[in-house]
């Protein structure tokens, strides 16, 4: 693509419509878009192999090409090419599902004008290049097309569509620390991003982990904000995260790697801009650093600046466990909705890390008989039962589950398809797949685990009548003890353990009962209508802010 000028082919048989979009872009003003039409998919694909079209212009309804099979051979063949999908009004359906599928957009003939068609090119042209270089992730791919998804399903405008779409601030830092031998010298890389700031401040995790990216710190981001608005909490998302495995480092390694992160975000965060919290890899040691590094910078004791501390430098009573107490909440309610009674009930549960093996604990104090968990290391099933505590105390001899003696081997792939009544996904995103999800074999889904289900699983899922408990409802228990945590710090007040489990149910039920009234209403699956819930708060406030300057 040369700067301003555009090359896009439209591929479309009605040489009505054909004639129509290339008056539109005659009158509309902007870069120069040259239009090159063709009526074949199948010409149009030759077209794209022979080099020089920046995006595609494609109906869906050709002589050689029938609905979303038109998108999809196109897609398997022009990977890389973005694509606006043309439809008429009554294939809406269709156009969705080309964009859930990877489309950029989609237009509805008929409905352009000029202008909205010019916006969409060059919206789509921006999108595919930020997917294609500095955003280029699954995860961050799966958080967007969940966003475009709802945000079509609820008519959302465009520019807040392509606002929303991206994280609003961004650092990327590299930094060294030290590792045991002193003239050892590691560097990494660190993220922080704050996705909506129109909110209040930020709020949002730190996770260390090999594989962490921006793409993926982003797509956290972007969950958090849902997350928070559904759960009406006065923030904005954030995430952060920094790219090594701390499994390799000592005490002393995780210490400096985070005093010298914590250095490297500095201007970034502050108990009224933004306020991290642990995630995967970090833990109320680590915060207690971060806290303590931010306080030597400023000069005095700033509690506020994180959640997740122990409760001895102004952590709130409930936190630690907060998040996997959360998620039992919510599976209570939905086994209510669905009539299964937990005692007696079955669970599985991936990950046994804060939020898997408290969730775990929880679902056996109700009742519920846990079968299989598991950990990096390995999976463990038992069919008559596992206790947590004993799994407890042979992680503090092991490190991980491996060798645990009670149960037999199992590979956390095998773990996802036991039949039970409950499957909680607790380690990573992208566990749920197209590959494996029609052999899932559980009654609800509560994610734990942010994204760990991707959105052509969730198809398969939902024909199967699980009830999906999607992330940002069944995990939202730790943010919202840790915005109790820092109203407790802000004002110097001290809740008791019952005070906070009280209100925490208060909110989630509250949530939960919403998004599904929400999802009946509509006939929406529950994480678009929890999406919606949450995308639709965020979208009034950034009107009723306006817009500066
Ligand atoms: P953690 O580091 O305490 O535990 C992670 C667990 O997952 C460990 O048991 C680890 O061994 C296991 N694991 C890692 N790779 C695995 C693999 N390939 N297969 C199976 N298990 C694997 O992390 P956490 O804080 O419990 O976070 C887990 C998930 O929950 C993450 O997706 C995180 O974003 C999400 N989450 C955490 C919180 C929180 O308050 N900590 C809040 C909301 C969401």
Sequence with gaps: MEQNHVKVLLIEDNPVQARLIQSLLAEASGPGIELETLDRLRTGLERVGRGG?????????????????TFLRFRAEAPDTPVVVLTGLDDLRIATKAVEGGAQDYLVKGQVSGAVLTRSIRYALQRAQARSGEWASPMFRLAQQQFLKAAQIMGLDDNLRQRLLFPQRSMVVSFPFRRDGYEHVETVFGYRVQHVLSMGPTKGGIRYHPEVDLGEVSALAM??????????????????????????????????????????????????KDIPAPDMGTDEQVMAWLMDTYSQQVGYGVP?????????????????????????????????????????????????????????????????????????????????????????????????LEGYPDGDAITNEELLELRCDILAPCALQNQITAENAARVDCRILAEGANGPTTLEADEILAEKGILILPDILANAGGVTVSYFEWVQGLQNLMWTLDEINDRLRAIL????????????????????????????RVAQAKLKRGLFP
Excluded at 53 to 69: A, N, T
Aim: net charge negative.
């Design 304 to 400: 506020t600046v994180v959640t997740g501390k122990p409760v001895v430098l102004g952590g709130s009573l409930g936190r630690k466990e907060a998040t996997g107490r959360g998620l039992v909440y919510m599976v209570e309610e939905a086994a209510r909705h669905i009539g299964l009674g937990l005692p007696g009930s079955t669970a599985v549960v991936q990950g046994f890390g804060n939020v898997g093996s408290n969730a775990a604990r929880f679902l056996t104090e109700d009742g519920v008989k846990l079968i299989a968990v598991s950990d990096a290391s390995t999976g463990i099933y038992n069919s008559d039962g596992l206790s947590v505590d004993s799994l407890h105390a042979h992680l503090a001899q092991n490190r991980f």
């Design 53 to 69: 079209i920046d995006l595609v212009l494609l109906d869906l309804i050709l002589p050689d090409g029938q609905g979303l099979e």
């Design 223 to 272: 969950w958090m904000t849902w997350k928070c608005s559904l759960m009406h909490l006065p923030y904005g998302g954030a995430k952060g995260g920094v790219r090594i495995d701390p499994t390799w480092l000592s005490r002393q390694e995780l210490q400096r790697l985070t005093r010298r992160f914590t250095s490297e975000i500095f201007t970034m965060i502050g108990p009224d």
């Design 509 to 536: 039920s509250e949530a939960f009962q919403r998004t599904l009234a929400r999802a009946e209403r509509d006939n929406l699956d529950m994480r678009t209508a929890a999406l919606i819930e949450g995308i639709d």
